[in-house]
């Protein structure tokens, strides 16, 4: 990344004495954007207003001419009104772009310069209302598996177009009857006989505190009319609040027969040999009675 700056900056960072602040600009997924600044003020910069009330600061940068992804930690408190803990948890902030770079406060005419640039967001850890975020390098992307390996179950998303389910024909609205707690709540009114929504996205509607937000559901009883949601959800959940289901698939070639009628589009090779039944060398028949005696071990 470049880090060119002006000749008025560059010279004032060459003096034993400077007068610096770090920006960040975060960019969610969803296109919402926050501007903070470890300034003891708000800083007003290229059109945008970094707030100085988040105290968020940051450890280190490594980065070194290796393949390995360049990363850093930001750390910060959750007394800004734009970040909640409610919204970490919901991971609003996953995968959000993260530009910083640092300018001259008593000069902004001097420029800025880049510390990062399209960096994103990794894992989250929140302990006594401070935030952890790991911050990863564009170099992270090469990291990521880019084509498809052998394996005994499916690798299509359901319901994409390699899966070709459609998902419309499969998805089912209702509301909630009763709660457990922010996990777990009952719809009285469902009348499947399997758990048939394993593994499927729930999606929340209407106007309660988590509309709009979605998780996997990891089982539903079909005699409690209970759903278990894969964790909990960020706010809490309310009788009446509406949601929407998809069904569920675990990615097996008998869900994908019997329930879907959809072998065409498999996307496994359930027939291939697994780790255990793999050729195994015998041991040795004039050594297994030393063995089973506990003297040695087949190598």
């Known amino acids: ?68 992804s360049d990363n850093m930690e930001a750390v910060g408190f959750l007394e800004s009104d734009k970040i909640s803990e409610a919204d970490l948890v ?69 319901g994409d177009s390699e899966c070709g389910v459609d998902l419309s024909g499969y998805t089912e609205t209702g509301s909630v009857t009763s709660v457990t707690d922010n996990r777990t709540f009952v719809d009285s009114s469902r009348t499947e006989t399997e758990d048939v929504f394993r593994f499927g996205l729930l999606t929340w509607t209407g106007s309660g505190d988590n509309a709009d937000l979605a998780m996997e559901v990891k089982s539903y009883d079909p005699d409690t009319k209970t759903f278990t949601l894969m964790e909990p959800m ?12 998809t069904y569920g ?15 065409i589009n498999f996307r496994g090779e359930p027939w291939v040999p697994g780790e255990t039944r793999l050729p195994v060398r015998k041991f040795p028949k004039r050594y297994r009675g030393l063995w089973s005696r506990g003297v040695g071990s087949p190598r």
């Open 1 to 68: 990344m470049s880090k060119t700056i002006s000749a008025a900056l560059k010279a004032h960072l060459a003096q034993e004495v400077t007068t610096v602040a770090t920006c960040w600009r975060i960019a969610r997924t969803d296109g919402v954007e926050f501007f903070f600044t470890d300034h003891d003020v708000d800083i007003a910069y290229g059109g945008d207003t970094y707030e100085a009330s988040s105290g968020m600061t940051a450890t280190n940068m490594r980065q070194d001419r290796s393949m390995s």
């Open 90 to 158: 919901a991971g609003l902030f996953d995968y959000a772009t993260v530009d910083m770079f640092i300018v001259n406060y008593m000069d902004l005419s001097m420029g800025c310069m880049y510390l990062l640039q399209g960096w994103t967001v990794g894992n989250i850890e929140i302990h006594d209302s401070v935030f952890h975020a790991e911050l990863r390098g564009i170099g992270q992307r090469l990291g990521q598996s880019c084509v498809a390996l052998y394996s005994q179950n499916c690798r299509a998303e359901f």
């Open 234 to 245: 960020a706010y809490d959940i309310a009788v009446d609040d509406e949601y929407e289901v």
């Open 249 to 263: 698939c675990d990615h097996t070639l008998d869900t994908c027969v019997m329930r879907y009628d959809n072998a």
